[in-house]
């Protein structure tokens, strides 16, 4: 052995059958690999309420979308192509005739922001009630985000709070249908976004880094000003409803 | 003039397959980074719709999957079934279910756990609002319909 050593050197180890075993490990994992990740429309159901409780909405404020057996629409009572809707949404959102069927905006002003702060910011000082307090915290915070939106965008016009896209499906409606549905509506909403990001800022909504705190606040803003706010509410039979 | 005759007379070299391996190594790297283990076998036949306002899902190991589709064995009809895990499922499972995978994570990450609904396209949204109530009333409201990335 030694011999030999000195001789020929060390001798060199066989590399030919690396190669299948590489081979064998990389068609193992190619096998097993799943490149896409998942994508969908993500959506947060309501908590279960469990109490009953009588919400006090008004009419305008609710934008109707049904979806009948047949996968046919019915929105706000009339019969609707599922490329109307898109449209129909985003002139919910906005009302920009000022039609009396659709939520009343309200315009939101610097000043008005102000007063209203400092008004809760001297009840949150006045009062010893803990729970008075908080609310009074909780509000005087919800006037803030608008006043760093006013700022931000400048005076806009606010959707009433209890303003709600409301979408209820039979019981033999396509999931298909559904999502198709799901997608308009949300369609409908990010391209207001989009377009008021664009109009305001050179960019769109969609581009926005979330990452960076400028655009971090971009987004709130414009969140505030166009929500989304798509019902996953309690499933109604549509199919029994009296017409 | 004689040294290139003799040049010809032998065998062309073999190629050397000595870095082939590396070659290999590096794909089989690639894939080992990229790869998520496959964990179930479908038991429901699901093609999924398609949507164009979609968002990905960041994290995969906060999302669990509902798989709702017509059975892959014809023995079980073509009504759509529910499959959690590797299994099919009854509605009642569901909220063991939920607690199950809420069990898994760390308490800080539970709130952020998106259940993923994958429906066949096909499917009655009957089925589809049932699972929906049984994971409101099981307290897992963050879910995804999943879909393709359409157009």
Redesign the interface.
């Known amino acids: 052995m030694l011999k030999r050593k000195k001789i020929g050197g060390v001798q060199e180890i066989n ?2 059958s ?2 299948d075993i ?2 064998l ?2 068609i193992f ?2 096998v ?4 896409d ?12 309420v469990v109490e009953d409780v009588k919400m006090d909405v008004n009419k305008r404020d609710v934008y109707e979308v049904l ?1 009948n057996d047949a996968d046919m629409l019915l929105v706000e009572g009339n019969m609707m192509d599922i490329k109307e809707l898109r449209a129909g949404a985003k002139e919910f959102m906005t009302n920009p005739s000022n039609n009396i069927d659709l939520p009343e905006k309200r315009r939101v002003t610097s000043a008005e922001c102000q007063q209203k702060i400092a008004e809760y910011r001297s009840g949150v000082a006045s009062t010893s009630d803990p729970k008075l307090k908080d609310d009074y915290q909780k509000l005087m915070e919800k006037w803030e985000d608008r006043l760093a939106a006013v700022r931000l965008l400048g005076e806009y016009n606010e959707l009433p709070p209890n303003a709600v896209i409301s979408l209820q ?8 249908m ?3 549905v ?2 308009e509506l ?2 409908g909403i ?1 391209e207001l976004r989009d377009d008021l990001c664009k109009e305001k800022f050179g960019r769109k909504f969609t581009e926005l880094d979330d990452k960076t705190d400028e655009d971090k606040a971009i987004i709130k803003a414009i969140r505030l000003v166009f929500p989304q706010r798509i019902s ?1 509410a309690e ?1 109604v039979d549509v199919t029994k409803k009296p017409s | 003039m004689s040294r290139f005759k003799d040049k010809g007379g032998k065998a062309t070299p073999a190629i050397s397959t000595a870095s082939l391996p590396d070659i290999i190594f590096m794909l089989l790297f690639f894939f080992m980074v990229t790869t998520v283990m496959r964990e179930t076998d479908l038991k429901v036949k699901i093609t999924l719709p398609e949507a164009t306002e979609v968002t990905k899902l960041e994290d995969k190991a906060l999302v669990d999957y509902v798989y709702i589709g017509p059975p892959t064995s014809a023995a079980l009809g073509t009504e759509p079934l529910i499959q959690l895990n590797d299994q099919y499922a009854k509605l009642e499972e569901l909220d063991p279910w939920v607690k199950a995978g809420n069990e898994r994570r760390d308490e800080v990450l539970q709130p952020k756990i998106t259940r993923s609904l994958k429906v066949d396209k096909e499917t009655n949204m009957k089925i589809v609002t049932d699972v929906k109530q049984e994971l409101r009333k099981a307290n897992a409201l963050k879910i995804n319909y999943s879909t393709g990335q359409g157009r």
Not at chain 1, 32 to 35: A, E, P, Q, S
Not at chain 1, 169 to 176: I, P, V
Request: charged share 20%.
């Open positions: 590399a030919g690396m190669a590489a081979f490990l990389l994992f190619l097993t690999t799943t490149m990740t998942d994508s969908g429309i993500l959506r947060l159901l309501p908590p279960v979806i499906t039979g019981s033999k409606t396509s999931y298909d559904y999502v198709k799901q997608n949300e369609a990010r996953e499933p």
